[in-house]
């Protein structure tokens, strides 16, 4: 029995045509999704920090001098900017309001009229439940708001296959945590 050899011109055109239908797609998609921005009196002058903090001293004894020196970089540049942004998870233990460098950028922020974002965890050692937050340190107290990241990264954030591999977990500061709500 002999097989019949299609010419590659019969192969190319559906895949031509699904390539125009998904091209077109995406045109009649973006202008439908096209907003009009509407650009700021003035300029937001923004800083973003970044301590160059190894990940292996991240989860020890002495990170505090690297939490230290995030906030006097914040000190520094807090008078120059309207926004300081610190990075993901700067602050390497769970979120909590009374400590003494949370409540010192409390102040900051509200001494200086600012807004200070840093990355940080919440949740509950006791529950064992946590998640990759971000915090605005407001001009007021009023004014802070708290964000849980939503698309956590597997083995980085969260721990698939959990049943397997859960004695992971222990070895592994923060390695399984909790995605926010949408």
């Known amino acids: 029995e002999k097989r019949e ?12 045509l699904l390539a125009s239908l998904l091209f077109s797609l995406i045109l009649v998609m973006s202008t439908l999704w096209e907003e009009e921005l509407t650009p700021l009196e003035f300029p937001l002058r923004v800083a973003l920090l970044q301590g160059n903090v190894p990940q292996n001293m991240k989860f020890t004894e002495g990170a505090g001098q690297y939490l230290y020196q995030y906030y006097e970089m914040t000190r520094e540049v807090i008078d120059e900017v309207d926004l300081v942004i610190w990075p993901e998870t700067a602050l390497n233990d769970i979120y909590d309001p009374e400590q003494g460098l ?78 926010g709500e949408a």
């Not at 050899?5 to 031509?16: F, G, Y």
């Not at 922020?109 to 937050?133: C, M, P």
């Open 5 to 16: 050899i299609k010419p590659i011109r019969i192969l190319l055109l559906p895949n031509l």
């Open 102 to 179: 949370e409540r010192s950028l409390h102040l900051l922020a509200q001494e200086k009229g600012k807004n200070i974002i840093v990355g940080l965890f919440t949740g509950s050692h006791f529950d064992r439940f946590y998640q990759n937050s971000l915090l605005s340190f407001g001009p007021t107290l009023e004014s802070s708001e708290l964000y849980h990241k939503r698309k956590l990264l597997p083995f980085g954030e969260y721990l698939p296959f959990r049943s397997l591999l859960d004695r992971m977990t222990d070895a592994i500061p923060f390695s399984d945590l909790s995605s």
